[in-house]
């Protein structure tokens, strides 16, 4: 079992930036592809950026390239989501996930940490 947990959400004015931490316990996140997500009110969740379990190798979802990016350290257990140029459009509660590879199932999950933009 790995449990997972999101910090650095908060309120913040479009154009700046938030940096999300997930923190992981019980396993070693080093087997793991680790994503994020995210899901505004009264739409369904949806990918964001993965990163493979070296660090090597990322993918993006095309609303954030080149304002987020992905990093992980897996000697402290954690994935990192900086995000930059931030947009109203951005604000979702934002999730980690966990998953033995590309394209296999998000089979952990973390609780979320809100991320809201202000215009």
């Known amino acids: 079992q790995v449990q997972l947990a999101e910090s650095g959400g908060g309120l913040v004015q479009a154009g700046g930036s938030l940096r999300l931490s997930c923190a992981a316990s019980?396993?070693?996140?080093?087997?793991?592809?680790m994503g994020w997500f995210r899901q505004a009110p009264g739409k369904e969740r949806e990918f964001v950026v993965a990163i493979n379990w070296s660090g090597g190798n990322t993918r993006y979802a095309d609303s954030v390239k080149g304002r987020f990016t992905i990093s992980r350290d897996n000697g402290k257990n954690t994935v990192f989501l900086q995000m930059s140029s931030l947009k109203p459009e951005d604000t979702a509660l934002y999730y980690c996930a966990a998953a033995l590879g590309y394209k296999s199932t998000y089979d952990y999950w973390g609780q979320g940490t809100q991320v809201t933009v202000s215009s």
């Open positions: 019980g396993r070693a996140l080093s087997s793991y592809v």
